[in-house]
Nanobody, 124 residues
Framework: VQLQASGGGLVQAGGSLRLSCAAS????????MGWFRQTPGKGRDFVAA????????NYAESVKGRFTISRDNAKNTVYLQMDSLKPEDTAVYYC??????????????????WGQGTQVTVSS
């Protein structure tokens, strides 16, 4: 599967952005989809993930109540709505896909495919 992330940009603190990740290839509905983020010199941190049918989600504590992950299987797309953004949310955001898993993982090594990343910058 190929993943294409988009929607990043520059926003002031307190603002909102919506990231999108379009997938092509194998059956999208069989993938658990996740978002991770990375800052220079650090590893990829888990942000959020969503199950096959969107009935299960998982969020990092740092984004709970501010970010919402969703998916549209008809459009092969996963979204990350980010509200009340903070400067510490600044990072490159990556979407990831885990094929056929039964569990939503929050670690990057469980994911099989990765998008190219999109930069999110939150100014104070």
């Amino acid at each position: 599967v190929q993943l294409q992330a988009s929607g990043g940009g520059l926003v002031q603190a307190g603002g909102s952005l919506r990231l999108s990740c379009a997938a092509s290839g194998r059956t999208f509905s069989r993938y658990i989809m996740g978002w991770f983020r990375q800052t220079p010199g650090k590893g990829r941190d888990f942000v959020a993930a969503i199950g096959w049918s969107a009935d299960s989600t998982n969020y990092a504590e740092s984004v709970k109540g501010r970010f919402t992950i969703s998916r549209d299987n008809a459009k092969n797309t996963v979204y990350l709505q980010m509200d009340s953004l903070k400067p510490e949310d600044t990072a490159v955001y990556y979407c990831a896909a885990d094929y056929g898993a039964a569990t939503i993982y929050d670690v990057p090594w469980e994911y099989d495919y990765w998008g190219q990343g999109t930069q999110v910058t939150v100014s104070s």
